[in-house]
T-cell receptor, first 114, second 109 residues
């Protein structure tokens, strides 16, 4: 069965460290997204990609970067982790145009920055 | 600005019916999603509305009125497993996807 997986599922790191969260999907979807979810907020878009070599900033992209070298993977890097980046991060993928398709989410990565 | 409003929390009884409302003010509209999210898990797709009216899918139905900027999710014959958060999301005119903060639904026996 096709799926979307994230790793690590839980991570504790220190302020200033570089952290990379992996996202791998076997749906063969062109569109991939990274969201963060915090209490009291809706899902907020960090970065997204509509295909290989395409990346775009979302509403909360400061301090984060992504790269898309193949269809399956969209790793999210925190260049210098800050306590404000403590959150649950969800990767998602979809087919179809732009944001119109059903999103398939990974199980989430809980990041704590001390 | 663009905004989606949902009640923060609702409580209902097993076997009953509950309606979760979502109102939105966005720059244009290209569709509305409802997702379910159990605590500690990923959101999963429930429904998609782009035209006015009611879409029924088993125990769940979703309604849209574009002129009123309003949608609701109707859950019938509530089961304990329906305890979850329900997320409303709108595709705007320039194809951004804006999410509400979600409604936590508590089902009591």
């Amino acid at each position: 069965d096709a799926e979307i997986t994230q790793s690590p599922r839980h991570k504790i790191t220190e302020t200033g460290r570089q952290v990379t969260l992996a996202c791998h999907q076997t749906w063969n979807h062109n569109n991939m997204f990274w969201y963060r979810q915090d209490l009291g907020h809706g899902l907020r878009l960090i970065h997204y990609s509509y295909g290989v070599q395409d990346t775009n900033k979302g509403e909360v992209s400061d301090g984060y970067s992504v790269s898309r070298s193949n269809t399956e993977d969209l790793p999210l890097t925190l260049e210098s982790a800050a306590s404000s980046q403590t959150s649950v991060y969800f990767c998602a993928s979809s087919d179809g145009g732009q944001h119109t398709g059903e999103l398939f989410f990974g199980e989430g990565s809980r990041l704590t920055v001390l | 600005g663009q905004n989606i409003d949902q009640p923060t929390e609702m409580t209902a009884t097993e076997g009953a019916i509950v309606q979760i409302n979502c109102t939105y003010q966005t720059s244009g509209f290209n569709g509305l999603f409802w997702y379910q999210q159990h605590a500690g898990e990923a959101p999963t797709f429930l429904s998609y509305n782009v035209l006015d009216g009611l879409e029924e899918k088993g125990r769940f139905s979703s309604f849209l009125s574009r002129s009123k900027g309003y949608s609701y999710l109707l859950l019938k014959e509530l089961q304990m497993k329906d305890s979850a958060s329900y997320l409303c999301a709108v595709i705007t005119g320039n194809y951004q996807l804006i999410w509400g903060a979600g409604t936590k639904l508590i089902i009591k026996p």
